[in-house]
Structures are given as C-alpha cells and as structure tokens.
C-alpha cells in the first residue's frame, strides 16, 4: 500500500529556478528517504532522513522532515535541465516489517 | 558502493509463458530482499518480501502463486511470474537490504511486455 502522498504530482519551471516538492505520510517513521528516476530508468537515492533530524543537505537538494506534521520537502535549487525526473519519497514505517513504501511521486520538467 | 544487478534488463514473452527475473546482490549479503512493480507514469508498489531460507511475503492482493519467489541464497532471489498475461507487462525493480549495514539498494529494473 501507498504510504506517502506528494505534491505537485507534476511541476515544469525554467532552468536556473528552485523546484520545490512536498511528501505526506500517515505513520510514525524511522526514516524517509528520496529518490529520482529518470523514465523507464531505476531508482538513484539522494537523501535519508532519519526521524529525528529535522534538515539535511546534499549539494543543490535540501531536504526537511516535520514529524509533528507528517511531511517532508525537497528542495533542488538552481535546477538543470538534467534534473528533469521523476521524485519519489519512501518512508521506513517504526511498526511492523521494515520496509519502504514509496509515495506518489512528483514529475518534474525543467525547461531550457 | 553496494551493486544489486537484475536479469534481464528487458524482456518479451507470449501469454501463458513463464517469465524469472532474477536479483542479485553483487559484493553483499541480503536475507532480505524486496519486489517492486511499477505500471508507467506511476509509483513503486511493493509486491512481496523474499526472505532468504523461508516463505515470501506477499503484499496484500499480490496473488503468490501467480509471481512466485524464491531466495534461495544470501545473494539471490527469482521472481516468476506464471501464465503470463499482457496486464502483467510492467517495470520489476527488486531492492536488497545489506544485513551488516542495513541499507537498501535497489536493482536496475527489468522491463516485461506479455505480447
């Protein structure tokens, strides 16, 4: 079953711009994580959160976790046109079997 | 880093033929790995948890004797999908999960179109 809900299911914004995507999610997590794939490609990992971090950095990705909120964001600045992709957010749930569970996912189109 | 390799990368059966995808771990070891479907333009679902020695479990409405799975060492699991049918064509991801350091990584994808 799907954990999380992302929004915008699809976002098109021009090169040089910050593209912003959001991830809901319903239970208590011991981490959530993002993913990008390029279409019809596998799945690269950018960032883990763990729960009890509340911001996390990776070159021109930003990632932020709100526990109390259920919701994470990630944010690419100074996007490329190589960022276009698909974004998935996948959350490790505390209860039960360790597992991910991805989430809608967010389209992203970055125009030259 | 950690490698998890699947084969084939792609292929193309007739209906009622049988089709395995294997996954492999390349430089870990895996008691358990993970099957994925994703139809186009769409999410991951999780299929079912193939444990190394013992049953899989499927996820709910994943029918197990339709998509069989086998983990039959710390390093490889099959996934069979059985009397394909042209609805099963999908992308298969598989993910292990490194039992010393409790990551997962995910396979490259295989690509099955039931013609």
């Known amino acids: 079953s799907q954990q999380g809900e992302e929004d915008p299911q699809a976002l098109s914004i021009q090169e040089g711009e910050n593209a912003t995507m959001n991830c809901s999610y319903k239970?208590?997590?011991?981490?959530l994580q993002w993913y990008r794939q390029n279409s019809g490609r596998g799945l690269v990992h950018l960032i883990l959160i763990r729960s009890n971090e509340r911001e996390k950095h990776s070159g021109r990705l930003r990632v932020t976790l709100d526990t109390s909120k259920k919701s994470s964001s990630l944010l690419i600045t100074a996007s490329r046109a190589a960022d276009t992709a698909s974004y998935f957010c996948a959350t490790m749930r505390v209860e039960g079997a360790q597992k991910l569970v991805f989430g809608q996912g967010t389209r992203l189109t970055i125009n030259p | 880093g950690a490698v998890v390799s699947q084969h084939p990368s792609w292929v193309i059966c007739k209906s009622g033929t049988s089709v395995k995808i294997e996954c492999r771990s390349l430089d870990f070891q895996a008691t358990t790995m993970f099957w994925y479907r994703q139809f186009p333009k769409q999410s991951l679902m999780l299929m079912a948890t193939s444990n190394e020695g013992s049953k899989a479990t499927y996820e709910q409405g994943v029918e197990k004797d339709k998509f069989l799975i086998n983990h039959a060492s710390l390093t490889l699991s099959t996934l069979t999908v059985t009397s394909a049918h042209p609805e099963d064509s999908s992308f298969y991801i598989c993910?292990?999960?490194?039992?010393?350091?409790?990551?997962?990584?995910f396979g490259p994808g295989t690509r099955l179109t039931v013609t």
């Open positions: 993910s292990a999960r490194d039992d010393s350091a409790y990551e997962q990584y």
């Open positions: 239970t208590s997590i011991n981490n």
